[in-house]
């Protein structure tokens, strides 16, 4: 029974939330600089597009009336039609998406593999000369600036040494069925290659340094001494009775992490010309397509938002306290 | 009736200590005195700059054969780093990028514990239905994706340094507040608080003398991480164009060698270094942050 009001609450919550965000994202580009008509009507549109997009979104209407009539076109689909595509925002934004999901998804199971190992690792050398060289250096690689990485390992291992492809998804004139078939071919994860390792290098200090200080909780409970007292190898110890209690925390910071990714890649994704959202997005501001602009921010919004409750429920299910209040 | 005045007098001396006391300096960590050593170099940079600089960054400069002074390597007619590909001043553009980092950086992060510590403060000690609709704010602050939102904002703005400081005012202080919150709930139950509140003190007298002193040195830490935040957002925020064409900054200078293939061409010289510094700066934020959280929560030093 409890467990059901949480996670009503937290949807009602989220729902709220997403309302917000759209709220804002609609009088954002409203009151921007310029006609409010600039928002959806570009100038080279035929008349016949411009009235039809008028009254589609009601533009001589109001500017309540326009919101509410927003918000119904959002419930139907309908975020508007690209100035620069000449095709419905819903889609384009559709198609981009799974783009930035892969290239999100792999490079945070890559730096959490990572993450989680060293951490265990650096908690069970505590105190030593490895740790203080190992904890700087992790930090450091939370103060670079993600497309700086990028730039980096694009001249070394693109420019230089010739080992990987400079950007895109695909060798020029490679054509596949499918973004299924594109995804399982070779020459799409040679391309996925460099900025995956640029965000994973990135994201593994999060997991890291959250495994590390959660290994050295556990390690001092009661259990793990008994473990000690029982003889148990201390690679035993470390692995099977600590680190497995360790995870579950960082675990349910995965979903914080998807959220903040997705932020983030819009600079990665400009560096290596990666067709997802992010550079959509810079894109569009860029050449003041609105309708695109919003879509890929409503988008990116929606990820953030439903990682957050991911973790909010996570984080209920996994600590019986929060469950309880 | 003269003992009053002197008594109100000594313990403001011990608030003021107090206060000190919270931002001192974390000088016993080698981590922190790393970091701030670091800042204390980018401060004397950023004063000087004028000083320091060999060109005005913004000069396009010519060979003594009159031809443009492009791509030029390190060393090459004494030119520190190099030239650009316009024939502007490498090293001098690096000295004139640290005073928009620290400006914007410094700003940033004041406005970010401040706002933070209001909404912590007033959403705590208020709680009801303040503290429900503050909450829900933040909530809708965590909603907002950050840098598309800069972006966005950026586009729309005039194009100005201050468009970062007015994006993290309005997102980023939805951290420090929820942490400042849970901070002053603790404190408005303490005895002392309680004690202030039945001898008649008004709510503000109360927050002002009991609450604020106590949050201030988790707004300093927060307000330190928000520094390196800053330079890092304004730093992408100019490599995607969106910056200030008219002032010089290290992300500007990793857009201008971006666009101008500086990758493929090799010109290390020219993208490593202001990369180089962001990091410098930023991670010394980190360093003297962890210092802050050894005073804060000793449990953490081991």
């Given at each position: 029974m409890?467990?059901?009001?949480?996670?009503?609450?937290?949807?009602?919550?989220?729902?709220f939330v997403?309302?917000?965000?759209?709220?804002?994202?609609?009088?954002?580009?409203?009151?921007?600089?310029?006609?409010?008509?600039?928002?959806?009507?570009?100038?080279?549109?035929?008349?016949?597009?411009?009235?039809?997009?008028?009254?589609?979104?009601?533009?001589?209407?109001?500017?309540?009336?326009?919101?509410?009539?927003?918000?119904?076109?959002l419930?139907?689909?309908?975020?508007?039609?690209?100035?620069?595509?000449?095709?419905?925002?819903?889609?384009?934004?559709?198609?981009?998406?799974?783009?930035?999901?892969?290239?999100?998804?792999?490079?945070?199971?890559?730096a959490y593999i990572f993450g989680v190992l060293a951490g265990a690792y650096l908690a069970w050398k505590r105190g030593s000369v490895v740790e203080q060289i190992c904890l700087p250096l992790v930090l450091t690689t939370r103060a670079m600036p993600e497309f700086w990485l990028g730039m980096l390992l694009l001249a070394v291992f693109s420019f230089s040494l010739g080992w990987f492809p400079a950007g895109g998804t695909r060798e020029p004139g490679a054509e596949y069925g499918s973004i299924w078939a594109l995804y399982a071919s070779a020459d799409f994860w040679r391309h996925m290659a460099l900025p995956v390792l640029t965000l994973a290098i990135y994201s593994q200090g999060l997991p890291l340094l959250l495994m590390r200080s959660n290994m050295m909780d556990v390690m001092r409970e009661d259990f793990v001494t008994m473990a000690r007292i029982k003889g148990l190898s201390t690679f035993s110890v470390v692995i099977r009775h600590a680190a497995r209690n360790a995870l579950l925390p960082v675990m349910t910071s995965f979903a914080i992490a998807v959220g903040y990714q997705i932020q983030g890649n819009v600079v990665v994704e400009t560096v290596f010309s990666w067709p997802g959202l992010g550079r959509e997005l810079v894109r569009a501001v860029q050449t003041a397509d609105y309708p695109l602009a919003q879509g890929a921010f409503l988008m990116i919004a929606v990820v953030v938002i439903l990682m957050n409750l991911v973790a909010d429920l996570l984080y209920a299910a996994l600590d019986p306290r929060v469950t309880r209040d | 009736m003269f003992s009053r005045p002197k008594v109100s007098a000594s313990s403001r001396l011990a608030k003021l200590r107090r206060a000190l006391g919270a931002v001192r300096l974390p000088l016993h960590d080698p981590l922190a005195i790393i970091g701030l050593g670091i800042y204390a170099f980018f401060i004397v940079m950023a004063v000087f700059a004028p000083l320091i600089a060999t060109h005005d960054p913004n000069e396009i400069l010519f060979t003594s054969e009159f031809a443009l002074a492009a791509d030029l390597t390190p060393g090459t007619d004494g030119y520190i780093l190099g030239t650009t590909t316009l024939g502007r001043d490498i090293?001098?553009?690096?000295?004139?990028?640290?005073?928009?980092?620290?400006?914007?950086?410094?700003?940033?992060?004041?406005?970010?514990?401040?706002?933070?510590?209001?909404?912590?403060?007033?959403?705590?000690?208020?709680?009801?239905?303040?503290?429900?609709?503050l909450m829900r704010l933040a909530d809708v602050a965590f909603g907002i994706p950050f840098l598309p939102f800069v972006i966005v904002l950026a586009a729309f703005l005039e194009?100005?340094?201050?468009?970062?400081?007015?994006?993290?005012?309005?997102?980023?202080?939805?951290?420090?507040?929820?942490?400042?919150?849970?901070?002053?709930?603790?404190?408005?139950?303490?005895?002392?608080?309680?004690?202030?509140?039945?001898?008649?003190?008004?709510?503000?007298?109360?927050?002002?003398?009991?609450i604020a002193p106590n949050v201030l040195p988790l707004s300093f830490l927060y307000g330190s991480i928000a520094i390196g935040w800053a330079i890092l957002t304004e730093a992408s925020i100019s490599f995607l164009g969106f910056g200030d064409p008219d002032s010089i900054s290290w992300g500007y200078m990793l857009q201008d060698a971006f666009a101008s293939q500086a990758l493929s061409?090799?010109?290390?010289?020219?993208?490593?270094?202001?990369?180089?510094l962001i990091i410098l700066i930023v991670s010394a934020g980190f360093f003297i942050t962890r210092g802050y959280e050894q005073i804060l929560f000793p449990k953490l030093d081991r």
């Open positions: 409890k467990a059901i009001t949480v996670i009503c609450a937290r949807l009602l919550q989220t729902a997403l309302l917000a965000v759209i709220t804002i994202l609609f009088f954002m580009f409203r009151l921007m600089p310029g006609s409010p008509l600039a928002a959806y009507i570009d100038p080279n549109f035929t008349p016949e597009q411009q009235a039809t997009l008028m009254a589609r979104f009601g533009l001589d209407q109001p500017l309540w009336k326009q919101y509410l009539i927003y918000l119904r076109n419930l139907q689909g309908d975020l508007g039609e690209s100035f620069f595509y000449r095709q419905s925002v819903a889609e384009r934004v559709l198609a981009l998406l799974p783009n930035t999901l892969i290239l999100t998804f792999t490079s945070l199971i890559v | 090293f001098s553009q690096i000295v004139w990028g640290a005073r928009s980092a620290l400006l914007i950086g410094l700003t940033a992060a004041f406005m970010v514990a401040l706002i933070g510590s209001i909404v912590g403060i007033v959403a705590g000690y208020f709680g009801g239905w303040v503290d429900m609709v194009p100005s340094i201050w468009n970062v400081v007015i994006a993290m005012a309005l997102v980023l202080w939805r951290d420090t507040g929820r942490v400042i919150r849970s901070q002053t709930l603790t404190l408005r139950n303490r005895v002392y608080v309680e004690a202030a509140r039945v001898s008649g003190s008004s709510d503000f007298k109360i927050i002002l003398r009991h061409k090799g010109s290390y010289y020219w993208f490593v270094p202001p990369g180089f």
